[in-house]
């Protein structure tokens, strides 16, 4: 049986906060694709350094083996059971966090939110867990940048994150994700002459392995010319001040949820946030706001 987390005094609890206010003020702030002190022991056990120097100068990565082929497998059953029910007949399923516990586990997968961190910093949150299915014949060629919804110039420090987490594995001809490397040294949208006349090339991905890329990046979606599927979960993360796109705190109020989740998991649907926490009665939530101002540098 684990020890319950002993009740604090109010000294202590005092002291912790002091420290806090202490640690807000001295904490500098990381450069982009810098690793905080706090990561730079995960990215060495997890061996991702070469991970990060391709997200921060080609805009997008491939990390190898992030879990065994078997929980894709699951994925893909978990993707084509909530498409079946969507009102999207098949062809996908949104808003997917919290809906079933495999999605739960591969959105908190290790190596997804050390690069996750490395690219968008501590505190980031969960903006929008899709899946997709592809047919043959399915697919069209658009390229963009996921920060779309972001002015350009776009702020140095990535906003925006994306997984695309193929069950699959995905292959050129599969209707992989296409994708014009060192385009997210650029910080803006694409223009339309850019968009006819830019090269894009293809991420392959192995069954077991992810794609990953920059919210600056230029991209775009494949078209699958074979038979067979390519289902795929989109896992799109943000730096932690950015509006997400799904709502997942609904799932903040389900007790049973929040007692069976993980911190992390947590973390990415918003708990800590102090966004929203002022009232009538009183201003915004001081530990949550100073504990957000430590993650927000790192
Ligand atoms: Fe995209």
Not at 59 to 87: M, N, W
Not at 207 to 218: F, N
Request: proline letters at 5%; a negative charge.
């Amino acid at each position: 049986m684990t020890e319950q987390p002993q009740e604090q005094s109010p000294e202590g609890q005092a002291a912790a906060y002091a420290a806090m206010v202490e640690q807000s003020r001295n904490t500098a702030t990381v450069a982009p694709y810098a690793i905080s002190d706090d990561l730079r022991p995960t990215i060495d056990e997890l061996d991702l350094w070469e991970n990060v120097a391709e997200l921060r100068d080609q805009g997008y990565t491939v990390i190898k083996d992030v879990a065994p082929p078997e929980l894709f497998d699951q994925l893909r059953e978990v993707i084509h059971t909530l498409a079946e029910e969507s009102a999207m007949k098949g062809k996908g399923a949104s808003m997917l966090l919290g809906r079933d516990p495999v999605v739960d586990q591969v959105a908190t997968l290790p190596k997804v939110l050390a690069i996750a961190e490395a690219s968008i910093g501590q505190g980031m949150r969960a903006s929008q867990f899709v899946g997709s299915i592809l047919h043959k014949g399915d697919g069209h060629l658009n390229l963009h940048a996921d920060a779309n919804w972001l002015p350009a110039p776009f702020p140095e420090h990535n906003c925006v994150l994306t997984f695309c987490m193929p069950c699959e594995g995905m292959t050129d001809e599969g209707g992989t994700t296409r994708v014009v490397p060192g385009s997210n040294s650029l910080r803006r949208h694409i223009t339309q002459e850019e968009m006819e006349n830019s090269e894009h090339v293809p991420i392959e991905v192995e069954k077991g392995s992810v794609a990953v890329w920059d919210g600056a990046v230029w991209h775009s979606g494949g078209i699958r010319t074979i038979p067979g599927t390519r289902t795929v979960l989109h896992a799109t993360y943000q730096r932690m001040y950015v509006q997400p796109i799904d709502d997942y705190t609904y799932l903040l109020e389900d007790e049973e949820y929040v007692k069976n989740a993980s911190e992390e998991l947590l973390g990415l649907i918003g708990a800590g946030l102090f966004y929203g926490t002022a009232t009538l009665d009183h201003g915004v939530d001081l530990q949550k706001f100073f504990s957000s101002t430590i993650k927000a540098k790192k």
